[in-house]
């Protein structure tokens, strides 16, 4: 069997393994709930990706992955070893066999036969074994590298989904100091119309922009519970118990630098990592089809030991050895031209991963071209909208103050409420899409090891 259809199989299997882990997922995660250790008290974004890396179920099944692997190149070596083997049978024969000799009727044989033996099998040259022996280290290989992309993948959108909660618990917070202010405006808007002093118009005007918040506040708590539930999913973190998430968002800022002068190594890339191994194993594919021209050769050796007689009872009283070895010489001669298909199979199978390569540098100089660009143009939107939040927060306290003096109209209130609250919900954005955008840097540069 080629390195082909093995991984063929091998994907085959997983698919078996990834459905019965699926099912008892629900049944894993109420396990968790009743382990203090596999719960987090602090949920720090270094605590949630390293717990992500520990019980994420597709990451289990990669490690699990690699332990078939592993048992499955032992098992393929072990045909290498002497196979010795032990072979007890025993006949009786009811009616024994006659012969006519000159003419008269002979019988051949004894009532009772037992033939105990051992016999053993060398593998001299076999091309699947000796696959197995050159292809055993970048198999290994080749499932680690499995498991290292997977979490690399796993760090990744779980640091993006837990910026995203952080987005929004921001906005969260925005809205709740919006609502706190908006209720002492609309107090101050309904006693100046109580007083005579405006119209009823300030006042309901309040009342219309404090609703418009609370209705956006509460539709932001709502979006926040399932954006947790995400992130707890791609955690593989027990739904049912809460996840206290901690951050510092000074630390953040000062994290969000990154050289963007750095040269770009696609070799670092584990996609480029495991492609290389492909090629590889695909190199000893074409191998192997080219040994279908040569013998087989094994070896073999056999200690019998012959009982005959006619009494069951005195049957392994007298002992008959027979023993003998020799070698076994397989050459096939002409099989339809099929080992010259096969032959030219694995070599355009060959060809096609130099395609996959060359499509791949191709493509990894668009994605880090796409995640630069992304993160300098939120670099310089965070940039500028730092120091908007300050300017909206004093352009608001003295347009407010000004309100309350009868200098300014409750208009000019609202529309400066509202650049505040647009300005602090697009900073706190804004710095959540550069770290994002920051990790897609890093990821395309291959920097995000595991």
């Given at each position: 069997m080629t390195i082909f259809y093995m991984t063929k199989l091998l994907?085959?299997?997983?698919?078996?393994?990834?459905?019965?882990?699926?099912?008892i997922q629900a049944v894993l995660a109420q396990g968790q709930s009743t382990k203090p250790d596999s719960l987090l008290t602090e949920a720090t974004l270094e605590n949630?990706?390293?717990?992500?890396i520990r019980y994420q179920p597709l990451i289990q099944q990669s490690v699990i992955d690699e332990e078939v692997t592993q048992a499955t190149i032992k098992g393929k070596l072990a045909d290498w070893y002497p196979q010795l083997n032990f072979l007890y049978s025993y006949q009786r024969n009811i009616q024994l066999q006659t012969s006519i000799i000159g003419g008269n009727p002979i019988k051949f044989g004894v009532n009772n036969t037992s033939a105990p033996q051992l016999y053993a099998t060398l593998n001299i040259f076999n091309r699947d074994v000796l696959l197995a022996s050159k292809t055993a280290s970048d198999v290994r290989t080749h499932a680690k590298q499995v498991t290292s992309s997977n979490k690399i993948d796993i760090a990744v959108?779980?640091?993006?989904?837990?910026?995203?909660?952080?987005?929004t618990s921001q906005q969260i917070r925005v809205g709740q100091g919006d609502v706190v202010r908006l209720n002492q405006s609309l107090k101050t808007a309904y006693d100046q119309y109580a007083a005579g002093i405006v119209d009823k118009t300030d006042y309901k005007r309040s009342t219309i922009t404090l609703r418009n918040t609370q209705a956006t506040l509460k539709a932001n708590q709502e979006l926040l519970k399932y954006k947790l539930a995400y992130l707890k999913a791609l955690m593989g973190y027990p739904p049912a118990n809460d996840l206290n998430i901690i951050y510092d968002t000074l630390q953040m800022e000062n994290e969000i630098a990154l050289d963007t002068l750095q040269s770009l190594e696609y070799t670092a890339r584990i996609d480029y990592k495991l492609l290389n191994t492909q090629r590889k194993l695909q190199e000893a594919s074409l191998k192997y089809a080219k040994w279908s021209f040569l013998p087989t050769v094994s070896g073999y050796g056999y200690l019998i030991s012959n009982y005959f007689n006619n009494n069951f009872s005195e049957l392994y009283k007298t002992r008959y050895p027979n023993s003998y070895v020799g070698v076994n010489f397989l050459l096939p001669v002409f099989q339809g031209g099929k080992r010259n298909a096969n032959i030219s199979l694995q070599r355009w199978n060959l060809r096609r991963i130099d395609q996959d390569v060359i499509n791949f540098r191709n493509n990894v100089n668009a994605q880090y071209a796409q995640a630069l660009a992304a993160y300098k143009g939120n670099l310089i939107t965070y940039l500028s909208l730092k120091e908007n939040v300050s300017l909206a927060k004093e352009v608001y306290d003295v347009i407010q103050l000004q309100y309350k003096t009868g200098v300014k109209t409750y208009l000019e209130v609202i529309t400066a409420e509202t650049d505040l609250r647009n300005t602090r919900i697009n900073y706190f954005n804004a710095l959540y899409q550069v770290l994002a955008s920051k990790i897609d840097v890093q990821k395309a540069l291959g920097q995000i090891i595991y």
């Open positions: 994907r085959w299997r997983k698919a078996l393994k990834i459905g019965a882990l699926l099912s949630v990706v390293r717990y992500a959108n779980v640091t993006k989904a837990f910026y995203d909660v952080l987005a």
